[in-house]
């Protein structure tokens, strides 16, 4: 059974940084593209990061900021996001998303498995 579950999410300062962690059961995430993705109030859901499918870090590399970097550990198959320097509008439900096998970051929301979400909330 393919099962996404992300943690990591919580409330923090502006300026502050979380790192989201997504765990993966069912296959292994050097076989399947993964995206991070949020969803703010009232908003779309919007793609965050993406990293493709194979051994070893590739990320794509049109992340929405400079601020968000992904990355994976195929020893845990684990994928993360860590955001730094956190402002309010980064307030949001985070999903992690995958799509497979064998390919490269879709577009949009082409994925085939999604989980269920982390709040991130940036007040102070």
């Known amino acids: 059974q393919v099962q996404l579950v992300e943690s990591g999410g919580g409330l923090v300062q502006p300026g502050g940084s979380l790192r989201l962690s997504c765990v993966a059961s069912?296959?292994?995430?050097?076989?399947?593209?993964i995206g991070w993705f949020r969803q703010g109030p009232g908003k779309e859901r919007q793609g965050v990061a993406c990293?493709?499918?194979?051994?070893?870090?590739?990320p794509r590399a049109d992340s929405i900021s400079g601020r968000f970097t992904i990355s994976k550990d195929s020893a845990k198959n684990m994928v993360y996001l860590q955001m730094d320097t956190l402002k309010p509008e980064d307030t949001a439900v985070y999903y992690c998303a995958a799509r497979g096998p064998y390919s490269d970051c879709p577009r949009g929301l082409q994925y085939d498995y999604w989980g269920q979400g982390t709040q991130v909330t940036v007040s102070s």
């Open positions: 069912g296959f292994n995430v050097d076989h399947y593209a």
């Open positions: 990293i493709n499918s194979g051994i070893g870090n590739i």
